[in-house]
């Protein structure tokens, strides 16, 4: 493979001798490869990682799968049906595996081991601080749904023990929403999310797998085995408007948004080829297009246009099995949550040593005093608008624009990019066409990003 003449411009920002670590302190915690700047890398790429091909589709699928799996009933709803939804997911994994090729491609080419050091090596300082800028703000954004999902689940939950009717107002203080978010916020999360490091991470791994595909395969038994007391709205059968159809993209690109932990992914294998990794990809994104069209379609059939945002919303409360469910997803979001603003918390302090260039091996006491002050400041910012923002689909539809820019825009900058430094080793035609390619990624990425930003400022404020 040709070499890509990146963009190297680190000295504005710092040394790029440190490289290396800063890769390490934004590494995802998916995965586990040494620094580049240990072991004895091979001539040319990167260390050889321990990652089995097998592994790597289990990483991707677990990566891929999450919460967002509760919104994609609605999103049939809101592509206006079956045959809708089925469409502009099938269409849309076209795009999400190439984009995730892209990547694997560009990092052997830069030789980076994450999504943002990639993109800023590939496309420059300017382009690298916004994906930074992007994946803070989308984690931010994420873990303020989860904290909200927290809430759906245990409000279902505690109405459920105590007999109370849904929305029913009055009782005791302590079955409140906000104190029972609150509680299980600062017991559970914020010790979970101060350490350093997560080595727990394997086992909410698991966790999270085994929560997804018990909500899937409730859903779908529901849907054969519906009880007397579910009665489904109307069943669309066709999109009410283009715009419509557009409005479900965000929840799919969030649902299989999995690109930022995939060049981390990519790198862990024994065999970090870009071939190998397009089946592995492959194989992954129908794997979990499998589990989020079992729970779409099946929920959407159960309740049609009155499915509520978060399907297990719908089930009655009594359901037992459905219950477990919801503490499946409580146990799998407590988890994923210290995850998630670990990333976050990375791509903060990476920005910040750069913005005050020092360097990253510096003081351990000042580096444990920002870090508690970080997280902190996240914890009860994120806990703060998830008690005064009810609805889980106006997060999901405003960090599902962002997914997109992940998905689409920064791996379709770095095609071009890419393509532009090696324009003569290439032929001319097979050169335009993926230049093209490119630019169509930026352009859907740009769309789907702008329209769920221009839903989120114009739309609700009229509302």
Request: proline content about 5%; glycine content about 10%.
């Given at each position: 493979?040709?070499?890509?003449?990146?963009?190297?411009?680190?000295?504005?920002?710092?040394?790029?001798?440190?490289?290396?670590?800063?890769?390490?302190?934004?590494?995802?915690?998916?995965?586990?490869?040494?620094?580049?700047?240990?072991?004895?890398?091979?001539?040319?790429?990167?260390?050889?990682?321990?990652?089995?091909?097998?592994?790597?589709?289990?990483?991707?699928?677990?990566?891929?799968?999450?919460?967002?799996?509760?919104?994609?009933?609605?999103?049939?709803?809101?592509?206006?049906?079956?045959?809708?939804?089925?469409?502009?997911?099938?269409?849309?994994?076209?795009?999400?595996?190439?984009?995730?090729?892209?990547?694997?491609?560009?990092?052997?080419?830069?030789?980076?081991?994450?999504?943002?050091?990639?993109?800023?090596?590939?496309?420059?300082?300017?382009?690298?601080?916004?994906?930074?800028?992007?994946?803070?703000?989308?984690?931010?954004?994420?873990?303020?749904?989860?904290?909200?999902?927290?809430?759906?689940?245990?409000?279902?939950?505690?109405?459920?023990?105590?007999?109370?009717?849904?929305?029913?107002?009055?009782?005791?203080?302590?079955?409140?929403?906000?104190?029972?978010?609150?509680?299980?916020?600062?017991?559970?999360?914020?010790?979970?999310?101060?350490?350093?490091?997560?080595?727990?991470?394997?086992?909410?791994?698991?966790?999270?797998?085994?929560?997804?595909?018990?909500?899937?395969?409730?859903?779908?038994?529901?849907?054969?085995?519906?009880?007397?007391?579910?009665?489904?709205?109307?069943?669309?059968t066709r999109p009410t408007s283009w715009v419509a159809v557009f409005n479900a993209m965000p929840t799919i690109c969030f649902g299989f948004q999995c690109h930022v932990s995939s060049v981390p992914v990519f790198n862990s294998m024994r065999h970090p080829e870009v071939k190998t990794w397009g089946w592995v990809v492959t194989a992954a994104m129908v794997i979990a297009l499998a589990v989020y069209l079992g729970t779409g379609i099946c929920g959407f059939l159960t309740f049609g246009a009155?499915?509520?945002?978060?399907?297990?919303?719908?089930?009655?409360?009594?359901?037992?099995?459905?219950?477990?469910?919801?503490?499946?997803?409580?146990?799998?979001?407590?988890?994923?949550?210290?995850?998630?603003?670990?990333?976050?918390?990375?791509?903060?302090?990476?920005?910040?040593?750069?913005?005050?260039?020092?360097?990253?091996?510096?003081?351990?006491?000042?580096?444990?005093?920002?870090?508690?002050?970080?997280?902190?400041?996240?914890?009860?910012?994120?806990?703060?608008?998830?008690?005064?923002?009810?609805?889980?689909?106006?997060?999901?539809?405003?960090?599902?624009?962002?997914?997109?820019?992940?998905?689409?825009?920064?791996?379709?900058?770095?095609?071009?990019?890419?393509?532009?430094?090696?324009?003569?080793?290439?032929?001319?035609?097979?050169?335009?066409?993926?230049?093209?390619?490119?630019?169509?990624?930026?352009?859907?990425?740009?769309?789907?990003?702008?329209?769920?930003?221009?839903?989120?400022?114009?739309?609700?404020?009229?509302?």
């Open positions: 493979m040709a070499q890509v003449s990146i963009n190297s411009d680190y000295g504005e920002w710092g040394s790029s001798s440190d490289a290396g670590e800063r890769a390490r302190l934004l590494q995802s915690p998916c995965v586990d490869t040494a620094p580049k700047n240990e072991g004895q890398p091979s001539p040319g790429g990167p260390a050889r990682g321990t990652t089995s091909t097998l592994g790597a589709i289990f990483i991707v699928v677990n990566a891929c799968l999450g919460a967002g799996l509760l919104n994609f009933p609605a999103a049939f709803s809101t592509a206006g049906g079956v045959a809708a939804g089925i469409m502009l997911q099938m269409g849309m994994l076209v795009f999400i595996i190439s984009g995730l090729v892209i990547l694997a491609y560009c990092s052997q080419a830069s030789n980076e081991r994450t999504y943002q050091e990639v993109v800023w090596a590939v496309c420059g300082k300017l382009t690298g601080v916004l994906c930074e800028v992007a994946i803070a703000i989308y984690t931010f954004g994420t873990c303020i749904a989860f904290l909200i999902i927290i809430g759906d689940q245990q409000d279902k939950i505690i109405a459920g023990m105590t007999k109370d009717p849904e929305g029913a107002s009055g009782g005791p203080w302590y079955t409140d929403r906000k104190f029972t978010i609150s509680l299980t916020a600062f017991f559970f999360i914020l010790p979970l999310s101060i350490p350093r490091e997560i080595g727990f991470q394997k086992y909410a791994s698991f966790l999270s797998v085994v929560g997804t595909w018990y909500v899937t395969a409730i859903v779908i038994i529901k849907y054969i085995w519906p009880d007397k007391q579910m009665t489904p709205g109307d069943i669309l009155t499915v509520d945002p978060d399907v297990l919303l719908s089930y009655p409360l009594e359901d037992i099995a459905v219950a477990v469910a919801r503490a499946f997803i409580i146990l799998s979001v407590l988890t994923s949550y210290p995850i998630l603003h670990f990333c976050g918390r990375a791509v903060v302090e990476g920005l910040w040593l750069r913005y005050q260039g020092m360097p990253v091996e510096e003081d351990v006491g000042r580096e444990r005093r920002r870090r508690v002050l970080q997280t902190l400041v996240w914890f009860l910012l994120t806990l703060l608008l998830a008690l005064f923002i009810p609805d889980i689909g106006k997060v999901i539809s405003v960090i599902g624009g962002l997914a997109a820019c992940f998905i689409f825009v920064f791996p379709g900058l770095c095609l071009i990019q890419a393509k532009l430094s090696e324009m003569e080793e290439v032929k001319p035609a097979s050169w335009w066409a993926l230049v093209s390619y490119g630019v169509l990624l930026v352009t859907l990425g740009a769309f789907i990003f702008g329209q769920t930003t221009a839903n989120a400022i114009f739309v609700d404020l009229l509302a």
